[in-house]
């Protein structure tokens, strides 16, 4: 009988452990995949090239992976920013029309935009950035109204100027490099309500990390917050917000080049393992 007593409340306390494992099990499991996507191949149904002058940044997007700037290989994807060695012309435009100036860096930048595009849920990428910490280096992967007016403009309802209601945006992850290695920021662009006025600080927030590994970023919103994990933890969290994000919304991983800090390499790369989207009943 002092046996049994001794391992009631062990037995108890494991019973309890089990319950509260299946329970957590349980509600993670309430997430439904709707997108996978795992870089076998590039697939145009779900990525397009997007080509694009914004934020003065220094280098040229370009299509179908030139220079390398975007390549699928052996499993993962990699977005690259390339150092030419010399300028040349770039037909990249900012939304009043006006053209980018010769440039000898070439980058990649692939949305979903018309591809897979979805209201609230739960966006998430698996990736890592090699040698980060440079000056000028800017990888970043986020999220960006359906209706918003930049290139490619494809459909009637693509009217929308940052970041109004149908144009908002949400950065899942980014690294500037001029503020050292092994951190990013997260947090969504608070709208000041007027064509081209956004708040780029208040939400936002810098995290330590160790950004030469592969970890998994993303953005969950159902309700009244937008909440940020890293491998599954929450690392920020904007309350009230989630509920001015109505809008359909697409995916974007690019690697800009943010000042005119030269390259002290030839290439950055981002590498993605895999992007998905999920939602709840």
Known sequence: M????????????????VFQTSALAGEASDWKVDFFDDFDTFNEENWQDQRIWVNNEDHCYVPDGQ??????????????????????ACDN????????????YVAGRIASKNRKEFIKG????????????????????????AQNNEPPVQEADEYVCWPLT???????????GDYGA??????????????????????RVDRPMTLGEFH???????????VYRVDGEEVHRNEGQGALYPEPMFAILNFAKITDSPMTTRQWVMEVDWVKHEYRD
């Not at 149908?166 to 500037?176: A, L, P, R, V, W």
Request: charged fraction near 25%.
């Open 216 to 226: 998994e970023y993303s953005v969950e919103w159902e309700g009244s917050d937008l």
């Open 182 to 203: 092994d951190k990013f920021t997260t947090g969504a662009i608070k709208s000041l309500d007027a064509c081209d006025k956004g708040d780029w600080m208040s939400l």
């Open 166 to 176: 149908g144009s908002g945006e949400i950065d899942i992850f980014e690294h500037h």
């Open 93 to 104: 435009f900012d939304k009043h029309g006006k053209q980018h100036p010769d440039t000898q």
């Open 2 to 17: 002092s046996v049994f007593l001794k391992l009631a409340p062990t037995c108890l306390a494991l019973t309890s452990l």
């Open 122 to 145: 739960k966006w998430t990428a698996r990736l890592k950035i090699h040698e980060n910490g440079q000056k000028s280096m800017f990888p970043a992967w986020w999220l960006l109204g």
């Open 67 to 88: 220079h390398g700037t975007r390549e699928v290989s052996d499993g993962t994807l990699k977005i690259r920013l390339v150092d030419l060695g010399e300028k040349v």
